[in-house]
């Protein structure tokens, strides 16, 4: 939500600037602009600023080629204080033209703010709250901009992450940071600011993550991060492993066509390396928990938003099956706010794939707060529920960049399944039936691979189902959750409605939504659950609603009842959410490209929801 770039170094830093804005365009937004200082500053002008609603592609064309200038800040907004206008749009600047500020978050206080800054002579032109940053830096500036930002920190109240710039100041960028990311990029002789390391891989991959608190002072060759009390912070400086073609289209259509066919891929990363074929068991290094903690674990309890919270889902039916422990999935942006009970003896566990999801990272701290253990499950490394977590699990999908999450579901659905694994074989799981559970899951990227092969069949489907304007996706049990996610797919990207129920609820009122123009999406398992499933198929082929079934293959039964059969391999009852989800992936991403939507940045809707 939102994008911060900034550069400073040898070469053009216009270029660097909408480069690296390209790359942070899934994180969802509606305008973009740069501020670059000049070389030779003209009258009137010591900031060059350039800013457009819409694609970054419309700010490319106001960008002069060979715009002069090698230290600047770019953005991309999602309009949350005033409409989506060039005006609104970052950076913005103060009266006297010398300072630009961009912003990702919420002041809260800005309109208390603004009544005092204008009683103090400041101009503003714009609707937003992040203007009145500028206003106040502007306002604390004595010749030293790290100063001035530090000094306005103190009566900002909201979340930010901030990088200006001053024409007085060549060469100099300044950031700070409090529940908004901001990552240090560490180039030879160059130095990039962003609110993600995908902004900055075409230049280095070494960088550096902000805490909340800390202000970071760059110029090329150098830079210092300190608190806002001026002590000084001697940061780490990590190697970020993803490489540049991984953010990278890669001959697809789309990033999440990409993103579905990387799965078998993805998943055998999560997995690799924690199969303990020995012991039938998995391993997992970075709980931070002894044996002897995790196996006094009495609850269990999953923090996450949205396909997270599906994957955390389908985790809390394994934990109760396969360990037999007590769990239950939290939507973060309820927990947060229900004062809950935290029990000494239950376990949380905050799954994000960005790391930075603010309802999530709220959410788990207020329940550190209370005393209680958290446990991250992500896979941006270094972001900043691992940092804050107490230990986790890696799901190592690699750069997901499509706003609809896809690959990291999977990667997430495999750390839960190894974790659960976990659990069971320190309570009444034998060693055989762990080594079984093993081999079916070292199974699962190969029987992704070849559902996969049902791409022209479901495109097909899609095709003659894509006018619906509603949709019903049911399943039972460990399909339950599958059946929230693709629906959740298809109203992200095609904005199509779609609901996800149980099953065995549709009587409880649903089936008051059947009819000739609303196809049911059923999930059919083959274990105790299929025979009850496909009583719930008849009942709404019963009063005329077209059926799309997703199956086993050869279920002879399905088909004679179905308007439509995807099939999937066969394989036990308890790897089938792997394999499900897949047909759903693929319906939602052809019936958005029959209605041409945009698929990777759908509207209204960012990457990382970074603010409440």
């Known amino acids: 939500m939102c994008g911060i770039v900034g550069y400073t170094g040898p070469r053009q830093a216009s270029r660097i600037l909408v480069e690296g804005l390209k790359r942070l365009e899934y994180r969802g937004y509606d305008s973009a602009g740069i501020a670059v200082q000049a070389d030779e500053p003209q009258t009137g002008a010591p900031l060059v600023v350039i800013k457009k609603k819409g694609k970054i592609a419309a700010l490319r064309q106001e960008v002069p080629k060979d715009l002069p200038g090698h230290c600047g800040i770019g953005h991309t907004r999602w309009a949350t204080h005033g409409g989506v206008s060039d005006v609104n749009a970052h950076p913005h600047t103060d009266n006297s033209g010398k300072l630009a500020v961009v912003h990702n978050g919420i002041i809260e206080n800005y309109l208390s703010l603004k009544e005092m800054l204008e009683k103090e002579g400041a101009v503003f032109r714009s609707e937003t709250d992040s203007e009145a940053i500028a206003h106040l830096i502007a306002y604390n500036y004595e010749g030293d901009l790290e100063a001035a930002l530090k000094a306005s920190l103190g009566h900002l109240k909201g979340t930010y992450g901030i990088a200006c710039v001053h024409a007085d100041e060549p060469g100099r960028i300044v950031g700070a ?123 269990i309890r999953v923090i996450a938003a949205g396909t997270s919270w599906h994957a955390g889902l389908v985790g809390c039916h394994l934990f109760e099956t396969v360990a037999r422990i007590p769990a239950a999935a939290e939507l973060a942006s309820e927990l947060r706010y229900r004062n809950p009970v935290v029990e000494p003896s239950s376990l949380y566990f905050a799954v994000s794939q960005s790391g930075e999801t603010a309802d999530t990272l709220y959410a788990m701290r207020e329940i550190q707060r209370r005393g209680g253990t958290v446990l991250g499950i992500c896979n941006v490394v270094g972001s900043t529920i691992p940092r804050e977590s107490d230990g986790g699990v890696y799901v190592h999908s690699g750069p997901e960049i499509a706003v609809a999450s896809t690959k990291a579901f999977t990667s997430q659905l495999a750390a839960f399944y190894l974790l659960a694994l976990s659990f069971a074989r320190m309570h009444d799981m034998p060693h055989h039936e762990g080594t079984r559970y093993l081999e079916q899951l070292k199974a699962v990227p190969g029987l992704v691979r070849d559902t996969l092969g049902q791409r022209d069949h479901v495109q097909a489907i899609a095709k003659r189902y894509s006018k619906a304007q509603d949709f019903l996706f049911l399943g039972r049990g460990l399909l339950y959750p599958i059946a929230l996610e693709g629906a959740l797919k298809l109203k992200e990207i095609s904005y199509v409605h779609a609901e996800g129920y149980a099953a065995g609820e549709i009587k409880h009122g649903p089936i008051a939504l059947v009819s000739p123009d609303t196809p049911s999406v059923f999930l059919v398992p083959n274990d105790h659950l299929r025979e009850k499933t496909i009583s719930n198929m008849k009942e709404i082929k019963a009063r005329g609603g077209p059926v799309i079934a997703v199956a086993e293959q050869g279920d002879a039964e399905v088909m004679a009842i179905a308007d439509e059969y995807i099939p999937i391999p ?10 499900m989800v897949v047909p759903l992936q693929l319906l939602a991403y052809f019936i958005a490209l029959e209605l041409a939507r945009d698929v990777d940045q759908p509207r209204n809707l960012a990457k990382s929801v970074t603010v409440e």
């Open 177 to 299: 940071r409090n529940g908004s990311p901001l990552v240090l990029g560490v180039g030879d002789g160059e130095m990039l600011l962003a609110s993600d390391v995908t902004a900055m891989l075409a230049h280095t991959k070494r960088v550096v993550y902000l805490n909340d608190g800390e202000v970071v002072s760059m110029l090329p060759h150098e830079f210092r991060v300190s608190d806002a009390e001026d002590r000084p912070i001697d940061p780490r400086i990590d190697h970020v492993a993803w490489e540049l073609d991984a953010i990278e289209k890669e001959g697809f259509s789309c990033y999440m066509e990409k993103e579905i066919f990387e799965q078998p891929e993805s998943i055998a990363r999560a997995l690799s390396g924690r199969l303990d074929g020995e012991y039938g068991c998995a391993k997992l290094g970075g709980l931070n928990l002894s044996k002897k903690e995790l196996h006094a674990v009495e609850r």
């Open 570 to 579: 066969a394989v036990d009852s308890r790897f089938q959410p792997f394999l």
